[in-house]
């Protein structure tokens, strides 16, 4: 079964940057649109960037916000610049997956990572 994991998340002063990096493992067969939420203490999940299915689009960014991908790796970043403490939160990856096996392909799925935590503070 497909899994993601998240890293390079911790401490980091204000005005610094960040990126985090997000690997899927397993039985891939294709990896479709992914991207990163982020969830504050006592907030709801947010969407921070995201990427399509399209094999033309591995880069995008918004704001303060870079997202890109290399697919041979399976691999998603974030780089996060002029970090605020507004952006202290646990990050979290998705990808829509479809998982493989030896005789048989699955349709998409939507797979998370744990999280990992960014913390902005002097």
């Known amino acids: 079964q497909p899994q993601l994991m998240e890293s390079g998340g911790g401490l980091v002063q204000p005005g610094g940057s960040l990126r985090l990096s997000c690997v899927a493992s397993?039985?891939?067969?294709?990896?479709?649109?992914t991207g990163w939420y982020r969830q504050a203490p006592g907030e709801q999940r947010e969407l921070v960037a995201w990427l399509p299915d399209d094999s033309n689009t591995n880069r995008a960014v918004t704001g303060r916000f870079t997202i890109s991908r290399d697919n041979a790796e399976n691999t998603v970043w974030l780089r996060i610049d002029s970090l605020g403490p507004e952006d202290t939160a646990v990050y979290f990856c998705y990808a829509d997956i479809r998982e493989s096996g030896p005789y048989y392909v699955k349709g998409f799925q939507t797979y998370w990572g744990p999280g990992t935590q960014v913390t902005v503070s002097a």
């Open positions: 397993g039985d891939i067969f294709r990896i479709g649109t």
